[in-house]
């Protein structure tokens, strides 16, 4: 999608004329300078459509001195506004844009007065890219035709600035998307480690990947007992990015990649397993921010892990009974195979602590169904070790608005995966509090580096509860890209 600036009053060459409307408003807004003859029609229709919030209305325009078409997006009340509503609205119009196969539209962006217009442009430019993305990899016919768009807003620099680096954000979400979306017999660990080769290459990073026969001789214990029930192999995957000074400590972020969670030996029930090909989303996500990093040139160091496994039943998987050592040194009693997200964290968690001493861990996981139960579809859960880390993602969740809520982990929900046995269990008691004694198991695999947990198990795909948004179509939502790039914008 190629997207450009106009100056404000240039009005007619465009197919399709795109202006925000308030609730109960007479005016499009930051339109100034229009045909005096439609202005009657148009009023009209504004009067109508009420500028309900997502509701969209074409006028067709026979006058030769505007565009074709004049396109009225309503915004709702101004009193309900959120850092997501132009760009939720963006979307509805760009897809409206698709709909009638135009191969160019043009948005009008509200005045400074209504919105800050770094935040509104961006906005415009995150809603559009991002709605219309299509998974046409495996159809034969390919359908989606993406219009160009033409922002209407006084020109300067920092305009500019904005829209460049909102169009690097929204490729990120992409990039996570389409590797996210990939089915688990196109997308095993060694794909994402090739994936990942790809992007160091492009945008000059380092990138490491330890195979199995290095993990076993390092003693990632986890990752090796949750692998080897697949013939394919585990990869661990580092990424690293120096934009920053030579000794400043990175920040280290960690994804979970489980290609495919069949549940191993503690097999799942067969209804939606499918959708278990999204266990990978955790480390999706972790790939689309490094990429995103490296185009933005942020002046940060930053390090990207990615433990990946297949979890599949076979005569070589691991089993509940079994006592396996992590790379920390720690023991962990399997009780259910199933639980195998927090075993590879940990692995993963203990060599980033290890190997970077970064000055922040913060990993992503489809961890827990647990976590579905306690917040739904469109809120992901958060639990941490540092209130001020914690406070900075909640400001970035604001921002962005992908919502975060925090669950609490004091030493009473420690204290419930200790085993008889061994050092720790990898399933709590029964079913409670499932999201944080997950949590738990991890936060034993740190010593005392500031963390955030983010668990995406309701957020990282589209489900049958999950909010509509024209940003999220059907699939991989790219959860948590935008969240930790405003984070890392602003540390
Ligand atoms: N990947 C799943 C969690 C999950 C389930 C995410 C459904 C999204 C939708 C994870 O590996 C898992 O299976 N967790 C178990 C843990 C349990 C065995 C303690 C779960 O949540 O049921
Ligand atoms: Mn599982
Ligand atoms: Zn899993």
């Known amino acids: 999608m190629k997207i450009r600036v106009d100056g404000e009053n240039n009005t007619k060459k465009t197919t399709m004329l795109c202006g925000f409307v308030l609730e109960d408003s007479d005016k499009i807004l930051g339109l100034n300078k229009i045909d005096s003859k439609i202005i009657p029609l148009i009023k009209q229709s504004i009067n109508d459509m009420g500028g309900i919030f997502g509701k969209i209305v074409i006028i067709p325009i026979a006058s030769k001195t505007t565009s074709q078409r004049i396109l009225l997006a309503g915004l709702g009340k101004k009193e309900k506004f959120n850092n997501d509503t132009i760009r939720f609205v963006s979307g509805k119009i760009a897809q409206k844009a698709r709909e009638l196969k135009l191969k160019e539209f043009t948005i009008v962006a509200p005045p400074s007065s209504i919105i800050e217009s770094i935040s509104s442009v961006s906005q415009i430019v995150e809603g559009c890219k991002m709605s219309l993305y299509k998974f046409e990899k495996y159809k034969s016919k390919k359908e989606n035709n993406i219009p160009d768009l033409t922002i209407l807003v006084s020109k300067s620099d920092k305009i500019s600035k904005a829209i460049k680096i909102a169009s690097i954000i929204s490729d990120g979400v992409l990039y996570t998307k389409d590797i996210a979306n990939l089915p688990p017999n196109e997308c095993i660990p060694s794909t994402l480690a090739n994936f990942s080769r790809n992007i160091s290459k492009k945008n000059n990073m380092k990138c490491n990947v330890i195979s199995k026969k290095d993990l076993l001789k390092k003693g990632f214990g986890g990752i090796i007992a949750v692998g080897q029930g697949s013939k394919n192999e585990p990869k661990l995957i580092a990424l690293e990015y120096n934009g920053g000074t030579k000794n400043e400590k990175p920040i280290v972020l960690v994804g979970k990649a489980v290609t495919f969670d069949t549940g191993g030996i503690s097999l799942k029930p067969g209804e939606k397993m499918d959708e278990m090909k999204f266990d990978k989303c955790g480390g999706c996500t972790v790939i689309g921010i490094m990429k995103a990093v490296s185009e933005l040139k942020l002046p940060i160091n930053l390090v990207g892990i990615i433990p990946s496994v297949e979890n599949m039943p076979s005569g070589e998987s691991y089993r509940p009974g079994d006592i396996i050592k992590l790379y920390n040194g720690k023991t962990a009693e399997i009780l259910n195979t199933d639980a195998e997200g927090r075993i590879i964290l940990a692995d993963a968690l203990s060599f980033g602590e290890k190997q970077y001493s970064p000055k922040a861990i913060i990993d992503f996981a489809t961890l827990t169904g647990a976590c579905i139960i306690a917040l739904g579809t469109n ?87 999950t909010k509509d948004k024209p940003y999220n179509p059907k699939g991989a939502t790219g959860f948590g890209v935008r969240l930790i790039l405003d984070y890392l914008q602003n540390i």
Not at 395 to 422: C, F, G, H, Q
Request: hydrophobic share 45%.
């Open 379 to 465: 809120v992901a859960g958060m639990i941490s070790n540092n209130d001020k880390l914690t406070q900075k993602i909640k400001e970035s969740s604001k921002r962005t608005t992908e919502e975060v809520w925090e669950l609490p982990l004091n030493d009473d929900y420690m204290d419930m995966i200790k085993s008889d046995v061994a050092d720790m269990k990898n399933v709590g008691i029964g079913r409670a509090a499932g999201t944080i004694t997950a949590a738990a198991f991890l936060r034993n695999a740190i010593r005392d580096t500031p963390w955030v947990h983010i668990d995406i198990a309701g957020v990282a795909w589209t489900q049958v509860a």
